[in-house]
Structures are given as C-alpha cells and as structure tokens.
C-alpha cells in the first residue's frame, strides 16, 4: 500500500523551501554583495566558505553523540541552527559594508548555524521520509525550491538594486522568523528508537559492518566527496564569473531566474521518466553535455560562453544531486543500518566537507594568484569532478 508523506516531512519540506529563500540571499547575494564591496576579492569569499565548511564538518562529529543518545533533541538542534542563523542575517544587517572587516566573524556565526541545522536535518530526513516516498518527496522538493529560484533572485535582484541590500536583508530576517514557527510543527516523537540505545562510535560503527558493506560504502564516501566539489565549487565559481561579466544583482538575478526554469524542467522529466535502465545513458549524457560547457569558458570568459555553461551546469548537475540525496538516505534501510544512522551522517557528511573545503582551498590560491589562466584551470578541475562523481555513482547503484 502506498504511503503517504506525514505532517512532520512537510513542516520540514516548507522549512527546506523557507530555508533556500534564505540561503539563495545569503549565499548568491552575499558573494555579489561581498565582491562588490572588496573590488572583486575572491581571497575573502574562500575563506568565508572554507570556514563555513570546515564548521560543519567539525559540528557533526560533536553533535553526533547527543542525536544519537537522545533522538528527540534533533529537533530542538534543527530549531536552535534556525535561530542562530536568524541572527546571522541580523549581523549582516548591523555590519552593513563593514562586513567586509568582519567577515571571519560572521563567516563563524554562519557556520555554527549551518552546522546545528543541516547536522540536525540530513539525520531527521532519513527517518521522517520512507524509502518509497524519497525519489517523490526529493525531487518534489527540488522542483518546488527550483520554482522559488525562478520567482526570488528576480525580485531580490531587483529589489537590491532599486534599494539597497541591507534593505532586502530585513525582509529575509522576517523569514527566519516564519521558518521557527514552522519547526514547531515537527514532531519530536518521530525520532524515539524503540531498540536498543547504542553510545555514539565511529570505530564500533565501522566494525558492526560487514566486508561487503565496507567495501560499498567506500564507493558511497567518494561519491560525497566528489558532490562536494561539484556541487558547491562550481556553484560559487559561476556566481563569480556572473557577478563579474554581468556586473549587477539584477544581472545576477535574471540570470539565476532562468536557469531555475531549466533545472526544474530537467528535474521534472526525471521524476517522471527515470528508470535504473536508463542510469548509464543519462550518467554519460550529463558529463559530457557538461564538459561541451566547459570547453567555452575555458577558450574565452564572455557572456555567451558564461550562458552557455550554466545552461549545462544547470540542467544536469542538480539532477546528479537528487540521485546523490535519494542513494545516500535509502542506503541506510538497504544496509539496514538504522541504528547507526548518525555515525554513517557523520562520514557522509566529512567526506562532502572535506571536497567542499579542498575546492576552496584551490580557490583561495587562485585568488591569491591572481591569474585568469589559473581560474581557467580550477574551472576545469571542478569541472572534471563531474563525469568523476558519474562514474563513481554508477558503481553505487550498480553494487
């Protein structure tokens, strides 16, 4: 019989959707905001997101005792990283264009945030959402959140531009606001493990695991080291190289606006034809659409080269990451690790960190190089993680 999606997944599900408004400012403005202010400084937007991620890296590993030993606190975690993070947007609207000086400081605060709410989250979406409703309940979320995309950057592109960002910045802040209420609408009983409480330990976690199970989830730990170089490198390169062909939010806005439309155009023709059958066909078809798009910065940085790019950026790599979502949560009931779910979150997500910091770490030495022929270079390297994660993923699905 099939299910359906409870109260608690959507209040989590609207929280993801609130949660991308405030993420879409927070990163996407930002980082314009950010050049804006320090005449096209890369050096600083690498240092902001090495220390965002080397945060939640750091925030799952001590977080993981307290979700493991006592469930219900998850969301009490999930709630508090919503509240942190409201005082995040706070510090950007009081900063104003020092945040430029204080950049550490707030790159910290944002990081703390990040960590108490996505280390709380990916653990209480394995649990809340069933393995026959997750390709439903990811990809609708995708859609749904790539529809915001459509609608948002336009009006926050616009709206900064006629206004100010720090303007825009308080009505985001309102939108924290909304998101804690709608958490409370999350069932802590959802999370009570009825068997028995096992104390958080990697190392017993790893020696509860069969050969075969160790050997498969090797190729699960590269392939979210590889989403992590993929997914957030890439996604702050072409902000960049935007912000600095195109020049305004409003640019930046239209630009994301329509890219939106093709990502969740591809998205929805995934929902409703993929099959396992066609998991080799549409692996190839997405590495090499992507490296075709890569081949035009790499000869020349123009404004045709730069659409065509995201073009292809666009309507593949999110798909990559849905398949990415989707295998990582089922594996858990698949190796029937439920016990051990926020020790296998804890590796997960230090492999993700570790290629999010490792793309960064090789950002921050362009910028400090100074070089386009060097920006060409990290483009192609990210770029190439691509077809990497394809091939990876393939052996995933096919062991």
């Not at 209040?11 to 400012?25: E, G, H, Q, R, W």
């Amino acid at each position: 019989m099939k299910s359906t999606i409870n109260k608690s997944a959507k209040a989590l599900m609207t929280c993801d959707l609130t949660n991308s408004i405030v993420s879409l400012f927070g990163e996407t403005f930002l980082v314009a905001y950010f050049l804006q202010i320090s005449n096209e400084n890369i050096v600083h937007v690498s240092i902001y997101y090495i220390i965002l991620y080397a945060l939640l890296a750091l925030g799952s590993f001590l977080l993981g005792s307290v979700m493991k030993i006592k469930p219900q606190k998850r969301v009490v975690i999930y709630r508090l990283g919503i509240v942190i993070k409201s005082v995040y947007i706070l510090l950007i609207i009081l900063f104003k264009e020092k945040i430029s000086q204080y950049f550490v400081f707030v790159a910290i605060f944002y990081g703390i945030a990040e960590s108490l709410y996505w280390s709380a989250h990916d653990v209480m979406n394995m649990e809340i959402v069933d393995n026959y409703n997750r390709k439903s309940y990811m990809t609708t979320k995708r859609i749904l959140s790539k529809l915001i995309h459509i609608i948002i950057p336009i009006i926050l592109g616009t709206s900064i531009e006629l206004t100010s960002f720090m303007n825009i910045s308080i009505y985001i802040f309102v939108l924290t606001l909304f998101q804690i209420i709608i958490s409370l609408y999350i069932d802590m009983n959802k999370f009570e493990f009825k068997g028995k409480k096992e104390k958080y330990s990697l190392n017993k976690f790893m020696n509860k695991l069969s050969i075969v199970q160790k050997e498969k989830l090797k190729h699960v730990y590269k392939l979210s080291f590889l989403y992590g170089v993929m997914m957030d490198t890439i996604r702050v390169l072409v902000i960049i190289i935007t912000i600095m062909t195109f020049k305004t939010s409003l640019n930046l806005g239209i630009l994301t606006t329509i890219f939106s439309i093709c990502t969740m155009i591809s998205l929805y023709v995934f929902n409703k034809f993929y099959q396992k059958k066609y998991l080799k066909s549409l692996l190839i078809f997405c590495s090499v659409l992507v490296i075709f798009g890569v081949i035009g910065l790499l000869l020349n940085i123009n404004r045709t080269t730069l659409i065509i790019y995201n073009f292809t950026y666009s309507i593949t790599v999110y798909i990559l990451e849905v398949m990415f979502k989707i295998k990582t949560d089922n594996i858990v009931r698949e190796y029937n690790i439920e016990k051990w779910i926020v020790e296998y979150h804890t590796f997960i997500d230090f492999f993700m960190e570790l290629g999010r910091i490792i793309g960064f770490l090789l950002m921050l030495v362009i910028g400090l190089l100074n070089n386009i022929v060097y920006f060409k270079v990290l483009l192609l390297i990210v770029t190439v993680s691509i077809p990497l994660y394809a091939i990876t993923m393939y052996r995933v699905e096919k062991t």
